[in-house]
């Protein structure tokens, strides 16, 4: 596959799609990043203090452009979840590569925020499915790892069902705040 960064691909099944987020895509995500529900089980890890619970359109589109400006700049890769069935989107994927002098090194690290509607196992499953595989290729790693706090029941399931396992290892932030509740997939299992 060529370079994430110079050209994001598209992933489709049955019932999603997983295309870059766009500026198009605020009025969605905006129901998603203000539902209060579905704030608790996204990552801020390492964010700088954002919780990612966004009540404006005006903040949304801040969001947007934030991550845009970091695929722009290869920092991360955000793709928006957009619903087959509702054709609206539903949440998005962030991934990127994690070098650092902690477990988390050499790792694609994934972080899924969706509608609490959506936070099912079964539903999880099927976004995750679409881009795990080609994750470690597009991202040059051989592991990957995704978050989710004990709260999360729904998630934990769909990780372990996708055979991620959790991990006591902490993820170590920018300022040495150490972060838990982490599940790890190898390429290799």
Same mark, same amino acid.
């Given at each position: 596959?060529?370079?994430?960064?110079?050209?994001?691909?598209?992933?489709?099944?049955?019932?999603?799609?997983?295309?870059?987020?766009?500026?198009?895509?605020?009025?969605?995500?905006?129901?998603?990043?203000?539902?209060?529900?579905?704030?608790?089980?996204?990552?801020?890890?390492?964010?700088? %203090?954002?919780?990612?619970?966004?009540?404006?359109?005006?903040?949304?589109?801040?969001?947007?452009?934030?991550?845009?400006?970091?695929?722009?700049?290869?920092?991360?890769?955000?793709?928006?979840?957009?619903?087959?069935?509702?054709?609206?989107? &539903?949440?998005?994927?962030?991934?990127?590569?994690?070098?650092?002098?902690?477990?988390?090194?050499?790792? %694609?690290?994934?972080?899924?925020?969706?509608?609490?509607?959506?936070?099912?196992?079964?539903?999880?499953?099927?976004?995750?499915?679409?881009?795990?595989?080609?994750?470690?290729?597009?991202?040059?790693?051989?592991?990957?790892?995704?978050?989710? &706090?004990?709260?999360?029941?729904?998630? &934990?399931?769909?990780?372990?069902?996708? %055979?991620?396992?959790?991990?006591?290892?902490?993820? &170590? %932030?920018?300022?040495?705040?150490?972060?838990?509740?982490?599940?790890?997939?190898?390429?290799?299992?």
């Amino acid at each position: 596959m060529n370079d994430v960064y110079e050209n994001c691909p598209v992933f489709e099944n049955d019932n999603y799609i997983l295309r870059m987020t766009s500026q198009e895509d605020k009025s969605d995500l905006l129901k998603v990043y203000s539902d209060k529900a579905a704030v608790p089980f996204f990552n801020s890890d390492n964010c700088g %203090g954002d919780d990612f619970y966004y009540t404006t359109e005006s903040r949304m589109e801040q969001a947007i452009a934030y991550w845009l400006f970091e695929y722009n700049r290869a920092g991360f890769v955000r793709w928006t979840i957009v619903s087959k069935e509702t054709n609206e989107a &539903i949440g998005t994927i962030e991934l990127f590569h994690r070098d650092a002098a902690d477990f988390f090194t050499d790792c %694609g690290l994934l972080r899924l925020d969706i509608r609490s509607d959506y936070e099912r196992a079964g539903e999880i499953t099927k976004i995750l499915k679409m881009i795990i595989e080609p994750a470690y290729t597009l991202f040059h790693c051989d592991k990957i790892a995704a978050k989710a &706090i004990a709260a999360a029941a729904e998630r &934990i399931r769909a990780l372990e069902q996708l %055979g991620f396992k959790y991990t006591d290892e902490k993820l &170590i %932030g920018h300022d040495g705040t150490k972060y838990d509740s982490y599940f790890v997939l190898n390429r290799n299992e």
